[in-house]
């Protein structure tokens, strides 16, 4: 049982910087691998960053590659994502997520937050 809840979300301009927080119950969040989805209107959910159990090996989409870093507090029970050089194109809702597995595919991911919204003007 995983409860999350994403703050952080806001308007930036162009070239700014956001840094998503995500808070998870429970005391086995470690046991968990941690994502980060986001969805524009009009568009399916998309992959954007993950992070494994071990904290050590982490994943990106190609789209934000160079500028989002995500990691994870485990004494906190938080996941975080930097995000950095914003662009228009990331005006989002920004989710996280939580498995047992890493994963870059939303469908695998057994709890999710209820999305902060990321709105980038140019």
């Known amino acids: 049982q995983v409860q999350l809840v994403e703050s952080g979300g806001g308007l930036v301009q162009a070239g700014g910087s956001l840094r998503l927080s995500c808070a998870a119950s429970g005391r086995t969040f470690s046991s968990y691998a941690m994502g980060w989805f986001r969805q524009a209107p009009g568009k399916e959910r998309e992959f954007v960053a993950a992070i494994a159990r071990s904290e050590t090996y982490t994943r990106y989409a190609d789209s934000v590659q160079g500028r989002f870093i995500i990691s994870r507090d485990n004494t906190k029970n938080t996941v975080y994502l930097q995000m950095n050089s914003l662009n228009p194109e990331d005006t989002a809702v920004y989710y996280c997520?939580?498995?047992?597995?890493?994963?870059?595919?939303?469908?695998?991911?057994?709890?999710w937050g209820q999305g902060t919204q990321v709105t980038v003007s140019s």
């Open positions: 997520a939580a498995n047992i597995v890493i994963s870059l595919r939303a469908r695998d991911y057994d709890y």
